[in-house]
């Protein structure tokens, strides 16, 4: 079975760029989450989707950064437009429900320039 | 969500047990405690979760205090392969309560040949 799958692995772009990552989560989960994870710390929750609403984005900055999952299946996180600070691994999860383990994607290493 | 503590880091030699220790002196009664790891530049992979009884897998063994305060994660013979950094998490489960994951800084376990 496929695990959830990201792209692009890697992105570099210069300040003031957008940006758009995008996720495939394991079929049949219900729960996809977007997380951000700087060098050294563990990874911080940005969004959490049931479906394809989004239950908890209290922490997503919204004045540059969107996300949306249409159709309840694969998402998208976009930057715009992105800054030095934005440089980061971006991970996608997804779990059968909210109440269920979590399987994350291998993440996209972001670098702002 | 409870706060948990981890020593920043640990050593284990190849082939022997490595325990990882976990602190959660503030879990209230619905909070599971969870376990992932990451891999260097992989994204943070489950492991194993408990409540009250000690659990295992194939991965690892939970061991849980019976006053729940704190838990200690074993992987009972360590190879290379499990050099990771280790988190431990408490989660609640239940309706409108957190079912977000909430990662600390974690444990970077080094196994030595």
């Known amino acids: 079975e496929a695990g959830v799958v990201q792209s692009p692995r890697y992105k570099i772009i210069e300040k003031k760029q957008p940006v758009a990552f995008w996720c495939n989560p394991i079929s049949g989960h219900n729960t996809l989450y977007w997380y951000l994870q700087n060098l050294g710390q563990g990874p911080e929750l940005l969004i959490r989707y049931e479906n394809e609403e989004a239950v908890d984005d209290s922490q997503l900055p919204k004045d540059r950064f969107s996300a949306e999952r249409l159709k309840g299946v694969d998402s998208t996180l976009k930057i715009q437009p992105a800054e030095l600070g934005d440089s980061a691994v971006y991970l996608c999860?997804?779990?059968?429900?909210?109440?269920?383990?979590?399987?994350f994607g291998q993440g996209t290493r972001l670098t702002v320039v | 969500d409870a706060k948990t503590t981890q020593p920043p880091s640990m050593d284990c030699a190849e082939g022997r047990a490595a325990n990882l220790p976990c602190n959660h002196s503030?879990?209230?009664?619905?909070?599971?405690v969870y376990w992932y790891r990451q891999i260097h530049s992989q994204g943070p992979q489950y492991i194993i979760h408990g409540l009250k009884n000690n659990e295992t897998n194939e991965m690892a063994s939970l061991i849980i205090t019976e006053d729940r305060k704190s838990s200690t994660l074993i992987l009972p013979h360590a190879t290379l392969r499990d050099t990771a950094v280790y988190y431990c998490i408490a989660r609640s489960p239940n309706q409108g309560g957190s079912e977000k994951l909430v990662f600390g800084k974690g444990t970077k376990l080094t196994v030595n040949p």
């Open positions: 999860a997804s779990s059968l429900s909210s109440r269920s383990e979590a399987f």
């Open positions: 503030t879990i209230s009664g619905n909070e599971y």
